[in-house]
């Protein structure tokens, strides 16, 4: 974390605003390592004097949640990895290990996104990202936001598109870690799945980025710790349906979006059943009863409406594509749409 971008975020903490509805700055606490101006292990601290919690900074990513405990259990494969073993150990423990444990679905999980975002030759996501940003009617000089970033190449995208300051946010740590990597590094080195536990090494050299304007952070986007009207620039990408309450990230976009300014909403509509419930979903359930026979997509715009967001432009079927192994390939037709903030 740069302490620039800190200092222009003005983050806020996420237990203050649950607990209380009052946004608390937070304030740097202590610093263990720093590298020039970006501090790579250190903590936040609210100085809400009836709170004084702190936050994480882990490899210079800021780790700011409302609940941590829970987080870090789940989270521990990817905090605790480590990143100087070769190949033939990694293969050696992916085996005994065995397939569907803990360190193989990090493997899978990271190989799949990796791969879409930083292949070499045909990084799937970029096609998909360039479609889908054509949308926007116009992207502004600001912060932007892209929740949900996974392993960061749509955080970076948006950042040289709009040249300043982009934070690329997600939860899971492992991915977070992978993100950060590339970017300090400029060296996108990631597993790719040939079969079962086998995995190949892919290494490249990521070019042309304007690094020093991207931020990652580890948070939860039902409780985002920015105060209002943060951002001029906004991507949410094929994560609706995996929010815990999609409801509830269509209002946190709304409040972290600056008035009159546009959000690139993106999805294919899989919702998944261990995020969120169908009562939450945005169509999908309900065919009965509700007024669009449980269509998602005519849904959608109400849900959006709700939450102070326009649609501007959508498309209806982009394809996004997801390589689980060397004869696997999950494809999604996606929908896309550009919202503006009413103001
Ligand atoms: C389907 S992936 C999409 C990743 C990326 N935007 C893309 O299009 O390739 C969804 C991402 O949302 C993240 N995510 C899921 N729930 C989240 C939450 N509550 N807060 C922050 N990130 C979350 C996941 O870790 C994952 O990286």
């Not at 983050?11 to 501090?39: D, M, W, Y």
């Not at 004097?49 to 210079?60: A, K």
């Not at 040939?194 to 952070?217: H, I």
């Not at 976009?253 to 979903?281: C, E, I, K, N």
Request: hydrophobic content about 40%.
């Amino acid at each position: 974390m740069l302490i620039a971008h800190f200092a222009r975020l003005k983050p806020v903490c996420p237990v203050c605003r649950v607990t209380h509805s009052v946004e608390s700055p937070l304030r740097i606490g202590a610093v263990g390592k720093q590298l020039g101006n970006e501090i790579l292990e250190g903590s936040l601290i609210c100085s809400n004097p009836r709170c004084q919690r702190e936050y994480p900074i882990l490899d210079g990513i800021p780790i700011v949640l409302a609940d941590p405990a829970s987080w870090f259990n789940q989270q521990i494969l990817g905090i605790l990895k480590r990143e100087d073993l070769s190949p033939f150990m990694q293969s050696l423990l992916g085996d005994l290990s065995g397939a569907s444990s803990p360190l193989d679905r990090d493997r899978g999980n990271n190989a799949i996104y990796a791969d879409a975002h930083w292949n070499p030759t045909a990084p799937a996501f970029l096609d998909f990202f360039d479609r889908a940003a054509g949308l926007l009617p116009s992207l502004s000089s600001g912060p932007s936001l892209d929740i949900g970033c996974s392993v960061g190449r749509g955080t970076l995208e948006l950042a040289r598109r709009t040249q300043d300051l982009t934070v690329g946010l997600d939860l899971n740590f492992s991915m977070l870690r992978l993100a950060q990597r590339i970017r300090l590094t400029g060296q996108a080195d990631y597993e790719r799945r040939r079969v079962g536990l086998v995995f190949d090494s892919v290494s490249c050299t990521v070019a042309d980025y304007p690094t020093e304007n991207v931020s990652f952070w580890c948070a939860d986007i039902s409780i985002l710790p920015f105060p209002n009207a943060t951002f001029r620039n906004m991507t949410a990408l094929n994560m609706l349906d995996c929010a815990p309450s999609p409801l509830g990230l269509l209002l946190e976009m709304s409040r972290t979006l600056a008035p009159g300014h546009y959000a690139l909403l993106t999805t294919p509509f899989d919702w998944a059943v261990g995020a969120s419930q169908p009562a939450d979903w945005i169509g999908g359930h309900s065919q009965r009863s509700s007024p669009h026979q449980g269509s998602s997509v005519e849904e959608l715009p109400r849900f959006l409406a709700h939450a102070g967001l326009e649609v501007a432009s959508e498309a209806k079927d982009i394809p996004w594509r997801l390589r689980l192994h060397e004869r696997s390939v999950t494809e999604y037709s996606v929908h896309a749409v550009a919202v503006r903030h009413q103001s």
